[in-house]
């Protein structure tokens, strides 16, 4: 039996259009191979964005070697997203010894690049609070934070009870990441240490309700056990939301100093 092929006769004229030769595959191939490309090429684009907002600000060089791109790769793709208003270049500030080169440029997410992480649901939260203030004050509107921060507080208080004080930060950091804070710990300068959350899904609707970041701060400080003070939040304009995290050692003065000054009051 002779085969029949059940192509059309639309497809036919189709491949010709493509390809000038009735009846080639060539040009599909052609199309399916750039289409493939492209994906790949937007899947990577998006993998720097995600570093940048998740890291930054990052040089390009780091960008390089956290995920195996060329020089060329990584200036072709931070392009891309500068000229989508995604990031923005900034100059590190030197640190030390101040060399002869010209200082590093580094790469920051811009609100609209923050945006594109998709902020869930901004439009029906800031609706609802706006309804819980107008019909029931302020006060609730701060009580509706306090109880959503609370689930966190649930979840993580058993924990740090078992976790050495100097290791709650990280802890802490690591759940708020698996929340899509994107958030990390480090130590500062002038002692303590510093929690940054570098993304946040709410920033928009905390923007106008800041009883969510107050929330959350009383939160981190409950769950750290050590006094904790916001110095910066992505609501505010700010490009990452920064807590410094006081040494438990000051804290463990701050509960013995009542019992100090009772005794001396007594003499």
């Known amino acids: 039996m002779k085969y029949v092929s059940g192509k059309t006769s639309a497809e036919d ?27 790949a090429e937007r899947g990577t684009r998006a993998r720097v964005a995600r570093l940048i ?27 891309a997203l500068l000229a989508d208003g995604m990031i923005a270049p900034r100059t590190a500030r030197p640190r030390g010894q101040r060399g002869r080169g010209r200082p590093a440029k580094l790469f920051a997410i811009t609100d609209a690049g923050r945006s594109a992480f998709v902020h869930a649901y901004d439009d029906l939260a800031g609706s609802a609070l706006r309804f819980l203030a107008e019909r029931l004050g302020d006060e609730a509107v701060s009580e509706f934070a306090r109880a959503q921060v609370a689930g966190l507080v649930d979840r993580l208080e058993s924990v740090m009870r078992e976790v050495p004080a100097d290791q709650r930060i990280r ?6 990441s698996a929340e899509g804070y994107a958030a990390s710990a480090t130590e500062t300068v002038i002692g303590g240490e510093q929690l ?32 904790v003070q916001r110095l910066a939040t992505i609501a505010n304009g700010d490009g990452v939301c920064t807590t410094h995290v006081s040494p438990h050692a000051l804290a463990v003065r701050h509960a013995r100093s009542p019992e100090t000054t009772s005794k001396e009051s007594g003499r």
């Open 171 to 176: 802890v802490l950091a690591e759940a708020l």
């Open 53 to 79: 907002l998740e890291h930054g600000p990052v040089t390009a060089a780091d960008l390089g070697e956290r995920l195996g791109l060329t020089p060329a790769a990584v200036r072709r793709h931070l392009d």
């Open 196 to 227: 940054c959350q570098h993304h946040c899904p709410v920033a928009h609707v905390a923007a106008k309700f800041p009883q969510l970041c107050e929330a959350e701060t009383e939160a981190f400080g409950q769950l750290l056990g050590t006094p």
């Open 13 to 39: 004229a189709a491949t010709t259009r493509r390809s000038g030769v009735p009846g080639s595959t060539t040009g599909s191939r052609a199309e399916i191979a750039v289409g493939s490309a492209l994906s």
